[in-house]
């Protein structure tokens, strides 16, 4: 079977150690356990604890914060042990590469020191609540407003398709906070929800796939916030988030490549077991070279993926490379995941079979960070 989990050129030492005992947590801890995840719509707080303690959440924070003072790509393995996994039900990719990175990259040391250690250890999980009922990935027509009044903000609005809604303790919530304005009235404010007058969870949306990842609409009226919670200054948000969105971008395409490779390797044991008319599915052309295209893709789009790894790492990924990295991977890994189920045949089709839960989680990757129609009007700016 060809090697589709190579060292990677961005892994050192420390990671492949951190990988190894991250795959063997998931495995004994996560995997048996995402069955009643999915059920319950919801992963239980006392994994995100466990994890925390074992420095499997933020692991690229600084020490003083909680973390282990790691670079992303830590934060990578994780995203990829996951797609191995096949568990989409952890939120860590909301919580630590974007919520707890907007803390770290704006937020002062006092409000450093408040919110990261907590979600370093998993005493608090993060989320982030960008997307409203009338507009996802036009972020400038936001409409939640956050109205200074004295020595608080006063916060009314709604979010949807928020990740970690109903377990979320800290959420970093963009805001307008002057709606005259347009993008340059957005503001980033992080929200304590525990005992918040006025805040409100919604209903757990239920979704076509990701069934264990709870997804939730937030509500707030005339929630009072200290001013000592807004992220660096007001009318900052929009840039903050274009800044920010690269890496949550990366963070998908690796969760799509590694869900990728993992596909080609259940569905290759799948065909050389398979009988169909005295012969396995392996032996027919159609499905040697079906598989030759998945294998293909997957090992193009891998060698991009770790340049854009490298990049980030080193400071330098650019919004176009990341636009194109979740783009290109997101499609890639449904085109894929189609392939692959056919060739499972009806089994595919049956939820107990890890092929159909990984079609169906996948759908929702070409949609959210930004819908891969966005990222190819930002990689056509690029060519103006």
Not at 82 to 87: F, H, K, S
């Amino acid at each position: 079977m060809y090697d589709l989990r190579s060292r990677r050129s961005w892994e050192n030492d420390d990671a492949v150690q951190f990988r190894d005992s991250l795959r063997r947590f998931l495995a004994t801890e996560a995997v048996p356990r995402d069955p009643t995840w999915r059920e319950q719509k919801r992963v239980d707080r006392d994994f995100w604890r466990q994890a925390g303690e074992l420095g499997f959440l933020c692991p690229s924070l600084p020490v003083e914060y909680g973390g282990s003072d790691t670079n992303f790509s830590f934060e990578a393995v994780i995203e990829e042990e996951l797609g191995y996994a096949g568990i989409t039900s952890f939120g860590h990719a909301v919580h630590g590469p974007i919520a707890a990175h907007y803390i770290l990259r704006y937020g002062t040391p006092e409000q450093c020191l408040r919110w990261l250690p907590g979600m370093a250890s998993g005493e608090l999980i993060g989320a982030i609540g960008m997307t409203e009922p009338g507009g996802g990935s036009d972020l400038q027509a936001i409409r939640t407003t956050a109205r200074r009044t004295g020595d608080r903000y006063v916060i009314n609005g709604s979010k949807t398709f928020i990740t970690n809604g109903q377990n979320a303790d800290v959420i970093v919530l963009a805001v307008k906070t002057d709606p005259s304005q347009g993008a340059r009235g957005v503001s980033m404010i992080v929200l304590e929800t525990n005992d918040l007058a006025g805040f409100r969870r919604g209903r757990n949306l239920h979704k076509i796939g990701m069934h264990g990842s709870d997804t939730a609409e937030l509500f707030f009226d005339d929630v009072r916030v200290p001013i000592g919670n807004l992220l660096g200054e007001e009318g900052q948000g929009f840039i903050q988030m274009m800044e920010s969105l690269p890496q949550e971008r990366l963070a998908i395409a690796l969760g799509a490549q590694a869900t990728m490779e993992r596909a080609i390797e259940i569905t290759v044991e799948y065909v050389n077991e398979r009988q169909a008319f005295r012969q396995t599915l392996m032996d027919f052309q159609n499905t040697r070279f079906q598989l030759a295209e998945c294998l293909s893709n997957a090992c193009v789009n891998r060698a991009f993926i770790d340049q854009c790894v490298t990049q980030h790492v080193s400071g330098g990924l650019s919004t176009v490379d990341a636009s194109i990295a979740k783009a290109w991977s997101t499609d890639r890994q449904c085109e894929v995941l189609d392939k692959c189920l056919q060739l499972h045949g009806g089994y595919g089709f049956m939820e107990e079979y890890p092929i159909a839960r990984m079609y169906a989680d996948a759908r929702v990757q070409r949609i959210y960070g930004g819908a891969n129609e966005i990222m190819k009007e930002l990689i056509a700016r690029a060519l103006r």
